[in-house]
Structure formats: C-alpha cells, structure tokens
C-alpha cells in the first residue's frame, strides 16, 4: 500500500463544540495517497490501523529494494556499454 501515514486533530461542525476553542477531536488516523494525479486524504478506522501501518511499511521496503537493483543494472549495463 502506498501512501504516507497521518496522525491529526479535526474540527467538527457544531458551533459551540471544545474544538472551536483548540482542543480538537481525535487525533485520527488518515493515509494520504497520491494517484491519478491527484492527492487523497483517507481515513484510518483504529481497528485498521496496524493493518495499514504494515502495508504502508511493507511498501517503502519494496519500493527501497527496486530502486536498489534499477541502480545495480544501470551500473552493469555502463560497464558492459563501456567495457
Ligand atoms: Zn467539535
């Protein structure tokens, strides 16, 4: 899963709530994603949580890995073109 996790206070619509005075509600969880060239802001329930903390993490790992290896054959296919 791609997308970067937030944790944030939110303001709700009543007038006369705590969170007009600063003390917002939550924090809550939100994964920002970007996609189809536009950026999405999605809410976390605190029962998924980990789920996605997981994914999310799983995915930078990956995306570190590929980015590794497109480095290492760029640098073999130099050589060899080089060489
Ligand atoms: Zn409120």
Known sequence: MRGV???EGR???SA???CRRGELHGPY???AVYA???SRTI??????RALVEQHVAGTQRN???LSEIAQINLELLLRR???
């Open 5 to 7: 996790l937030l944790c």
């Open 11 to 13: 303001r709700c619509s």
């Open 16 to 18: 006369g709530c705590r």
């Open 29 to 31: 969880t939100y994964l």
């Open 36 to 38: 189809d060239g536009r």
């Open 43 to 48: 809410y976390v329930p605190q029962a998924a």
């Open 63 to 65: 995306e570190a890995l």
């Open 81 to 83: 073109a080089l060489g």
